[in-house]
């Protein structure tokens, strides 16, 4: 894995915040990978980006990072992070909860085939940033149980994946429905003209592409 490292790079010269850096340290994180080195400070500036980075190579933590280290405690809902599947949620949503463990923000899962309840209790709880995939999140959208008013941070995990899935008129319908003044961030193994396209319908015009080298 030495080649997806940036050892000319420590997270604590990213400007990550203390609370965060004391996690990265227990988890064992030194070095940031390429892709977190490239996209950290980007996201950090308030900039949309779009990331591509084969598989493995670290692209959760290069955008949950900067979002841990800008969100406010007092906005509930105010990141959503889609994946495409159920799985995918599950290990996001536990890899953003672990970086977080000593800020006060807090993270929600939301995905089909859990109790409706259970997940409304999550949010109410805190749900400063929800993870789940994109049906799941329209559904409690339409029902009024999740709203995208605050979000500052719209992440779309695994772009092409989701293309792949399907999921290309929910992503549309999703990043519509949210305040136009957040920060877009999109990641993915490859990035295809579609994902180029949804980028440019949905990024600011000053967004940047970050890509490194190999896919999949
Ligand atoms: P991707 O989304 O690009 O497939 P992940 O974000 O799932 O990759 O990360 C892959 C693995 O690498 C995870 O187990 C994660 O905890 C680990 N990892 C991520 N960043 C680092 C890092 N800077 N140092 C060491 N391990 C890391
Ligand atoms: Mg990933």
């Given at each position: 894995?030495?080649?997806?490292f940036?050892?000319s790079?420590r997270?604590?010269d990213?400007?990550l915040n203390?609370?965060?850096?004391a996690?990265?340290d227990?988890?064992?994180?030194?070095?940031?990978?390429?892709?977190?080195a490239?996209?950290i400070p980007?996201?950090?500036n308030?900039?949309?980006v779009?990331?591509?980075?084969k598989?493995?190579?670290?692209?959760?933590?290069?955008?949950?990072?900067?979002?841990?280290?800008?969100?406010?405690?007092?906005i509930?809902?105010?990141?959503?992070?889609?994946?495409p599947?159920?799985?995918?949620a599950v290990?996001?949503?536990?890899?953003?909860?672990?970086?977080?463990?000593d800020t006060d923000?807090?993270?929600s899962?939301?995905?089909g085939g859990?109790?409706?309840?259970k997940?409304k209790?999550?949010m109410?709880?805190g749900g400063?940033?929800?993870?789940?995939?994109p049906g799941?999140?329209m559904?409690l959208?339409n029902?009024?149980?999740?709203?995208f008013?605050r979000i500052?941070?719209?992440v779309?995990?695994?772009?092409d994946?989701?293309?792949?899935?399907?999921f290309r008129?929910?992503?549309?319908?999703?990043?519509?429905t949210?305040p136009t003044?957040?920060?877009?961030?999109f990641v993915?193994?490859?990035?295809?003209?579609?994902?180029?396209?949804?980028?440019?319908?949905?990024m600011?015009?000053?967004?940047?592409k970050?890509?490194?080298?190999?896919?999949s």
């Amino acid at each position: 894995m030495s080649d997806l490292f940036d050892e000319s790079v420590r997270f604590a010269d990213l400007g990550l915040n203390d609370r965060i850096l004391a996690a990265l340290d227990r988890k064992g994180f030194e070095h940031p990978t390429l892709i977190q080195a490239q996209l950290i400070p980007p996201i950090l500036n308030g900039k949309d980006v779009m990331g591509q980075a084969k598989t493995g190579s670290g692209k959760t933590a290069a955008f949950a990072l900067p979002i841990l280290h800008l969100a406010d405690p007092d906005i509930p809902m105010q990141a959503l992070v889609l994946a495409p599947t159920r799985e995918l949620a599950v290990q996001v949503a536990g890899e953003i909860e672990k970086l977080a463990e000593d800020t006060d923000i807090k993270v929600s899962c939301i995905i089909g085939g859990e109790s409706m309840r259970k997940q409304k209790k999550s949010m109410e709880a805190g749900g400063h940033i929800i993870v789940g995939t994109p049906g799941r999140v329209m559904d409690l959208q339409n029902r009024r149980e999740l709203s995208f008013d605050r979000i500052r941070f719209a992440v779309l995990d695994e772009v092409d994946r989701m293309l792949d899935i399907g999921f290309r008129d929910d992503i549309r319908q999703i990043l519509k429905t949210c305040p136009t003044d957040r920060q877009t961030i999109f990641v993915s193994a490859t990035i295809s003209g579609e994902i180029e396209r949804l980028g440019r319908q949905f990024m600011k015009e000053d967004a940047e592409k970050v890509e490194t080298v190999g896919s999949s």
